[in-house]
T-cell receptor
């Protein structure tokens, strides 16, 4: 069975600090996909990134970067120079290749960036 | 243009009532989903349809019934509403390959409150 764990329930930082959100996953499939979504206070779910299990290259998009390590089953998300607008709940999610795109979400991490 | 839309955005109703939530996507996707987000922000899949065919049916009370009149619409009917049904319900869509791992794009959510 697939499982995603986000051990950090809440993180609070001061603006301009770097922050890393942890995500650990469990799956028996060799083909799987990992995602991060952002849920700002307005409530919508915003797609951030998708990664497949065969691509361990780290990715950077502006202030966002993702570190995928199969050896530790982790897919961590770092925000550099955080801003108040980054305050949101961030979800890590997993989809197995055999599960028909079913997304299994972690519990989410509430990030608060204070001015 | 809104990619995935849901109506209504808010729904307040009494226990025992029957209600429906509508979802429409204009992305040309073949697969649509319903997720439930509980009071602790935990997201869990309920149903998935591919081209009007039910492909995922999680352990959901049979008071919940999805209906897909065409591949651009997926509605959720809830009969005999209970207090525990209070949650945010998200509709999502993805292109439609059944191999898994597709990026899902979410609607704005419908906040249901059962009194």
């Amino acid at each position: 069975a697939q499982k995603v764990t986000q051990a950090q329930t809440e993180i609070s930082v001061v603006e301009k600090e770097d922050v890393t959100l942890d995500c650990v996953y469990e799956t028996r499939d060799t083909t799987y996909y990992l995602f991060w979504y952002k849920q700002p206070p307005s409530g919508e779910l915003v797609f951030l990134i998708r990664r497949n299990s065969f691509d361990e290259q780290n990715e950077i998009s502006g202030r966002y970067s993702w570190n995928f390590q199969k050896s530790t089953s982790s897919f961590n998300f770092t925000i550099t120079a955080s801003q108040v607008v980054d305050s949101a709940v961030y979800f890590c999610a997993l989809s197995e290749g055999t599960s028909g795109s079913r997304l299994t979400f972690g519990e989410g991490t509430q990030l608060t960036v204070n001015p | 243009d809104t990619a995935v839309s849901q109506t209504p955005k808010y729904l307040v109703t009494q226990m025992g009532n029957d209600k429906s939530i509508k979802c429409e996507q204009n992305l040309g996707h073949d697969t649509m989903y319903w997720y439930k987000q509980d009071s602790k922000k935990f997201l869990k899949i309920m149903f998935s349809y591919n081209n009007k065919e039910l492909i995922i049916n999680e352990t959901v009370p049979n008071r919940f019934s999805p209906k897909s009149p065409d591949k651009a619409h997926l509605n959720l009917h809830i009969n005999s509403l209970e207090l525990g049904d209070s949650a945010v319900y998200f509709c999502a869509s993805s292109p439609g390959r059944l191999a898994g791992g597709e990026t899902q794009y979410f609607g704005p959510g419908t906040r249901l409150l059962v009194l």
